[in-house]
T-cell receptor, first 113, second 115 residues
Framework: GNSVTQMEGPVTLSEEAFLTINCTYT??????LFWYVQYPGEGLQLLLK?????DKGSNKGFEATYRKETTSFHLEKGSVQVSDSAVYFC????????????FGRGTSLIVHP | EAQVTQNPRYLITVTGKKLTVTCSQN?????MSWYRQDPGLGLRQIYY???????DKGDVPEGYKVSRKEKRNFPLILESPSPNQTSLYFC??????????????FGSGTRLTVV
């Protein structure tokens, strides 16, 4: 079956530090890949996506590149802010045509001033 | 404002007492789905619906029912809740077109406790 593996958290950084959250996946076919962000007490919000190999998704200073050769979709940001503190979920969808997405377990990010 | 609205936000109930969690969206989206979020497990899909009167099982459908009688509403029904259904539940609808490639917009969640 499909699976998404994210690095364990929490990830703790100082403001303006560089962020990387690793995500690797196992899937059949050619899924689309997503990053979602969840702020405390809220639902998930789509942060960025990529639908085919070598695509780069970007939004709000975050970016991730769909790497089929390494089955990865790592999330990066050059300079984090306190307001980026949240839980980040990597997900895949559309594998084998399925409408059932697969989510990672989430990575908590804590940014200190 | 485009929204997915769930009610209630918090619910405590007793084992075996039927309950319904409501979900509505104001974006005329065809695709809607329900998820549960448990610590260390991420989100798992319970049921999804591709249009009115069209529903299908997700990864963890046991103990749940859904209905889609009109496009905007997609209630989640627990006929006989049990403590292992204590969880945080999210309703979602497709952001645009095929959700497999465009992603989802989520409601704010319903925290259910079954005692």
């Amino acid at each position: 079956g499909n699976s998404v593996t994210q690095m364990e958290g929490p990830v703790t950084l100082s403001e303006e530090a560089f962020l990387t959250i690793n995500c690797t996946y196992t899937a059949t076919g050619y899924p689309s890949l997503f990053w979602y962000v969840q702020y405390p007490g809220e639902g998930l919000q789509l942060l960025l996506k990529a639908t085919k190999a070598d695509d780069k998704g970007s939004n709000k200073g975050f970016e991730a590149t769909y790497r089929k050769e390494t089955t990865s979709f790592h999330l990066e940001k050059g300079s984090v802010q306190v307001s980026d503190s949240a839980v980040y979920f990597c997900a895949l969808s559309g594998s084998g045509g399925s409408y059932i997405p697969t989510f990672g377990r989430g990575t908590s990010l804590i940014v200190h001033p | 404002e485009a929204q997915v609205t769930q009610n209630p936000r918090y619910l405590i109930t007793v084992t075996g007492k039927k309950l319904t969690v409501t979900c509505s969206q104001n974006m005329n989206h065809e695709y809607m789905s329900w998820y549960r979020q448990d610590p260390g497990l991420g989100l798992r899909q319970i049921y999804y619906s591709m249009n009115v009167e069209v529903t299908d099982k997700g990864d963890v459908p046991e103990g749940y029912k859904v209905s889609r009688k009109e496009k905007r509403n997609f209630p989640l029904i627990l006929e006989s809740p049990s403590p292992n259904q204590t969880s945080l539940y999210f309703c979602a609808s497709s952001l645009e077109g095929d959700p497999r490639h465009y992603g989802y917009t989520f409601g704010s969640g319903t925290r259910l406790t079954v005692v």
